[in-house]
């Protein structure tokens, strides 16, 4: 009998990809938070000129990969895992981020590489990911998304930002790591356990 498949969808920024810029990154992130404040009525930060954009394609470029979450989710995905990544990061980014997905050996990790290149609202295009693609754990750092998925089927993970407080989740369906190595961990102590 052939082994169920255990889809797992990963966010990139703040997820896979970690910051090497550190307390500054963690401003330009308030800043950045503050100004999609708006995302609730469909509203959201899209960077128009080139020259913003070449900034955040800049910013992007900048990131590492977790490596000990990147170690696990290999020798999963040699397993019955199947990883999904899904980021709202927008079309002009898409060229820039296959690339540094390459550069990283990160690529092939993933049975499918899913961007907003259709610039939609963020959380509207996680949330439609989420479910045409039957996710069965997401692991996300951004509360707001996470919230908006509990309409879906999925186990929810939030990778809490040095700048949160885990308190600000009040959601059962979501549970609080502090990396995407640790959500992996739950989810693979949760399949054992028959719980998940
Ligand atoms: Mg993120």
Redesign the pocket.
Same mark, same amino acid.
């Given at each position: 009998m052939k082994t169920k498949e255990i889809r797992v969808g990963l !966010?990139? &920024?703040? +997820?896979v990809a970690k910051h090497s810029l550190g307390g500054f990154w963690v401003k330009v992130r308030i800043i950045k938070e503050a100004i999609l404040k708006g995302a609730h009525s469909k509203k959201y930060y899209f960077p128009k000129t080139k020259l913003e954009q070449l900034a955040w394609i800049v910013i992007n470029w900048c990131r590492v990969p977790d490596k000990k979450g990147t170690d696990l989710l290999k020798s999963l995905a040699q397993k019955n895992f199947c990883f999904f990544l899904i980021?709202s990061r927008l079309k002009f980014n898409y060229p820039s981020t296959i690339k540094w997905l390459k550069k990283y050996g990160l690529f092939t990790l993933f049975k499918k590489v899913l961007l907003n290149t259709k610039d939609e609202n963020p959380i509207y295009f996680k949330v439609e990911k989420i479910k045409s693609e039957k996710i069965d754990f997401f692991i &996300? !750092? !951004?509360l707001e +998304?996470l919230i908006a998925l509990c309409q879906t089927k999925a186990k929810l993970f939030w990778i809490v930002p040095g700048h949160k407080n885990g308190d600000e989740n009040h959601e059962n369906k979501i549970i609080n790591c502090n990396s995407y190595k640790e959500a992996l961990e739950k989810i693979v102590i949760g399949i054992d356990k028959g719980i998940c």
């Open positions: !966010d990139l &920024d703040g +997820v980021s &996300d !750092d !951004d +998304v």
